[in-house]
């Protein structure tokens, strides 16, 4: 059976790693350790590899026109299905692949997928009630600025220029958006690896975010400029004339390296959150 891992509060009985069969090594590694720990996984699990190397190539065949000749209906539910799969299932099973090589217990195939299946509702509950304050917390805030432009005489951007109006919209919509990304960032392990319910998940996520700030800001500078880097060369060869016959080449396995190196992410998520759950 999968393990599953929450906090000390939460265990019945005692909590210390040693019963928990957790390594203090776990405990000890830092965000690249972490990672370099995760490349090393993929060698160990090669399932993780064929799971997403055929979510990655559903994706890639769903851009190319071939798939055209299917009706747009059809289409439509295979680009939901992918997305749902590389979202949600994919994160689930490499978490619970994580969990089991942590605590010295290797999760099967058929185990980790079934702890995949059974947390769907869970995960699929959590991205119910993240959408609410995602979607209504900048509407709130974004009142003020709208009974603001209804006092002033004339148009916003005419009064205060475009890149006033620009800044204010940015920060009215984006900063809750991304504060809301970055405290529930760990929801999906919480419900996956922890088998909490979508509320405790919120909750736990919260908590490891702000006790663990700094790391996790180094993480998301880390995970921005590996994006960057690996897009980059599709970007500038976009715009170079005599590559253009190899963008669409160049434009898919930059994609496709790109999704596998969030699947190395995922894994270092997994790991981070059983370092500092138990920590």
Same mark, same amino acid.
């Given at each position: =059976?999968?393990? !599953?891992?929450?906090?000390?509060?939460?265990?019945?009985?005692?909590?210390?790693?040693?019963?928990?069969?957790?390594?203090?090594?776990?405990?000890?590694?830092?965000?690249?350790? +972490?990672? +370099?720990?995760?490349?090393?996984?993929?060698?160990?699990?090669? /399932?993780? @590899?064929?799971?997403?190397?055929? @979510? *990655?190539? $559903?994706?890639?065949?769903?851009?190319?026109?071939?798939?055209?000749?299917?009706?747009?209906?059809?289409?439509? @539910?295979?680009?939901?299905?992918?997305? #749902?799969?590389?979202?949600?299932?994919?994160?689930?099973?490499?978490? !619970?692949?994580? $969990?089991?090589?942590?605590?010295?217990?290797?999760?099967?195939?058929?185990?980790?997928?079934?702890?995949?299946?059974?947390?769907?509702?869970?995960?699929?509950?959590?991205?119910?009630?993240?959408?609410?304050?995602?979607? =209504?917390?900048?509407?709130?805030?974004?009142?003020?600025?709208?009974?603001?432009?209804?006092?002033?005489?004339?148009?916003? &951007?005419?009064?205060?220029? #475009?890149? &006033?109006?620009?800044?204010?919209?940015?920060? &009215?919509?984006?900063?809750?958006?991304?504060?809301?990304?970055?405290?529930?960032?760990?929801?999906?392990?919480?419900?996956?690896?922890?088998?909490?319910?979508?509320?405790?998940?919120?909750?736990?996520?919260?908590?490891? !975010?702000?006790?663990?700030?700094?790391?996790? @800001?180094?993480?998301?500078?880390? $995970?921005?400029?590996?994006?960057?880097?690996?897009?980059?060369?599709?970007?500038?060869?976009? =715009?170079?004339?005599?590559?253009?016959?190899?963008?669409?080449?160049?434009?898919? *396995? /930059?994609?496709?390296?790109?999704?596998?190196?969030? *699947?190395?992410?995922?894994? +270092?998520? $997994?790991? *981070?959150?059983?370092?500092?759950?138990?920590?």
């Amino acid at each position: =059976m999968a393990p !599953t891992i929450k906090t000390r509060e939460d265990v019945d009985g005692c909590g210390c790693l040693e019963c928990r069969n957790i390594e203090t090594t776990t405990t000890n590694r830092t965000v690249f350790d +972490a990672l +370099a720990w995760s490349v090393r996984l993929f060698r160990s699990s090669p /399932s993780i @590899v064929v799971f997403a190397g055929v @979510v *990655i190539l $559903a994706n890639r065949l769903l851009e190319t026109a071939s798939i055209d000749v299917l009706p747009l209906p059809v289409i439509d @539910v295979f680009e939901a299905l992918t997305a #749902f799969a590389f979202v949600f299932l994919i994160r689930a099973y490499v978490g !619970t692949i994580v $969990a089991g090589e942590l605590t010295s217990d290797p999760v099967t195939i058929r185990e980790g997928l079934h702890r995949s299946l059974a947390r769907i509702p869970a995960l699929v509950g959590v991205f119910l009630l993240l959408v609410f304050p995602i979607l =209504m917390i900048p509407s709130i805030l974004s009142l003020p600025l709208l009974v603001l432009v209804g006092v002033l005489p004339g148009h916003p &951007v005419e009064v205060v220029g #475009f890149p &006033v109006v620009a800044a204010v919209l940015g920060i &009215v919509f984006a900063v809750p958006f991304l504060l809301l990304l970055f405290k529930f960032w760990f929801v999906p392990e919480a419900c996956v690896i922890g088998q909490y319910g979508p509320v405790e998940s919120l909750r736990v996520s919260w908590r490891i !975010t702000t006790n663990y700030r700094r790391k996790f @800001v180094l993480i998301v500078v880390i $995970a921005v400029g590996s994006g960057i880097s690996l897009y980059l060369p599709t970007s500038l060869a976009g =715009m170079a004339t005599n590559l253009a016959p190899l963008n669409p080449a160049l434009r898919a *396995i /930059s994609s496709s390296v790109g999704e596998l190196l969030s *699947i190395v992410w995922t894994s +270092a998520y $997994a790991h *981070i959150y059983v370092q500092e759950i138990v920590s």
